[in-house]
């Protein structure tokens, strides 16, 4: 009895270490960050009638949090739709270190 508690205890603290070891990275892939950001420039440009008249170049890398924050953005633009709004520089902080905006942090 004792050694199945005792297995019990080990399976589960290993299976804790395991979890508590995981790495979420900060970055997300290229593909999904465009469709991301495309669904929100649509249905804004959709609402609106117009947009910007130049593409959202992303980097290999974007930034998970720039992203989310950028497509959320767009989103709440107001009509007219001519311009990105300026936190989308967020996504580019992984490769630019001047792009990174003090008041848009993640908590």
């Known amino acids: ?11 589960s603290g290993l299976a804790a270490l395991a979890s508590a070891c995981r790495f979420d ?3 997300m892939d290229l593909n ?3 469709s991301e950001i495309g669904v929100s420039i ?10 910007p008249s130049y593409p959202l170049i992303l980097p290999e890398l974007p930034s998970e949090y720039g992203v989310r924050l950028c497509s959320l953005l767009i989103l ?15 996504i580019y902080t992984a490769s630019c270190e001047l ?3 003090p008041l848009y942090k993640p908590e």
């Open 99 to 101: 792009c990174d905006l």
């Open 42 to 51: 649509a249905d804004t440009a959709r609402r609106c009638g117009a947009q």
């Open 76 to 90: 709440q633009q107001s009509c007219p739709f001519t311009d990105y709004p300026l936190p989308c520089l967020e």
């Open 32 to 34: 999904d960050a465009y």
């Open 1 to 11: 009895m004792r050694r199945r508690i005792l297995c019990l205890v080990l399976i």
């Open 25 to 27: 990275s900060p970055y």
